[in-house]
């Protein structure tokens, strides 16, 4: 894996997951801290969805299938705002229903295309490969935005952290699939669950660096797709990472009188 081809499709590769990283380490810390822990391949299925009817519509590529990923994310994160406001003990199972009842519509749309598994495939593994760096620089804009928004204070409201969440996931499932936007939220985020402020942070961006550089690696050298190699690689960096700090940093009990 020596040819400047092969370097040449995976730092871009990379760098497109380091970008999604940058937005979705933080929203996956509150994800994990509302416990609303599917929300985002729910919302990650909306905006496959809008793909998928971009293509059922004849839309090939451009901004319609954009607009059209990002209004049924919106959609998805408005109708999953109203439910936990409405039915806040119900919210996991409302989000359960909303994932098989999208991916399901998804499914019919593409049940007499004759590239309908490869549509599938491709909105649950992603194309990160496929990454070039002609691409990299909305992934930029789209998820500094996202950063901006919500350090600026936009995940104090509600609303602002669902349209944030509909926004992030837009530009990052037509990259790395909904397989990955899960990975990427939730894995980091159990990582550093019980740590504070930087720390946490730092340490879930090292772990999902780490899981796609060694998935990308990985990946190239076996010829395997590589949004599902990526997930393997990350839930094992997790888990890992979870098994050194039970045996290495676990502090002894305290001593009783």
């Not at 810390?29 to 822990?37: A, K, N, T």
């Amino acid at each position: 894996m020596n040819t400047g081809l092969e370097w040449n499709i995976l730092l871009p590769a990379w760098l497109a997951g380091m970008l999604v990283l940058a937005s979705h380490v933080p929203l996956g810390r509150r994800v994990l801290e509302r416990g609303i822990i599917f929300i985002d391949i729910a919302i990650a299925q909306f905006a496959g969805l809008g793909v998928i009817l971009a293509h059922f519509l004849g839309w090939q590529g451009g901004w319609r299938v954009q607009a059209a990923a990002l209004l049924l994310a919106a959609v998805g994160a408005l109708l999953l705002h109203g439910t936990e406001r409405r039915w806040p003990r119900l919210q996991e199972a409302i989000i359960g229903v909303s994932f098989v009842l999208v991916a399901s519509v998804a499914i019919l749309l593409l049940a007499h295309d004759a590239h309908g598994g490869e549509h599938l495939r491709e909105m649950l593994v992603g194309q990160i490969l496929w990454t070039t760096w002609d691409d990299l620089p909305l992934l930029a804009l789209l998820n500094g935005l996202v950063l901006a928004a919500w350090f600026g204070g936009l995940r104090k409201s509600a609303l602002g952290f669902y349209l944030l969440f509909a926004l992030a996931i837009t530009a990052s499932v037509q990259v790395v699939g909904v397989y990955l936007v899960f990975a990427s939220l939730i894995v980091p985020a159990l990582v550093a669950h019980a740590l504070r402020g930087g720390r946490a942070l730092l340490a879930g961006y090292l772990t999902g660096a780490v899981g796609y550089a060694l998935g990308l690696l990985a990946s190239a050298r076996w010829d395997l797709p590589a949004g599902a190699v990526i997930v393997c690689v990350l839930a094992v960096a997790g888990f890992s990472v979870a098994a050194w700090r039970g045996l290495v940093c676990r502090r002894p009990p305290p001593v009783l009188d």
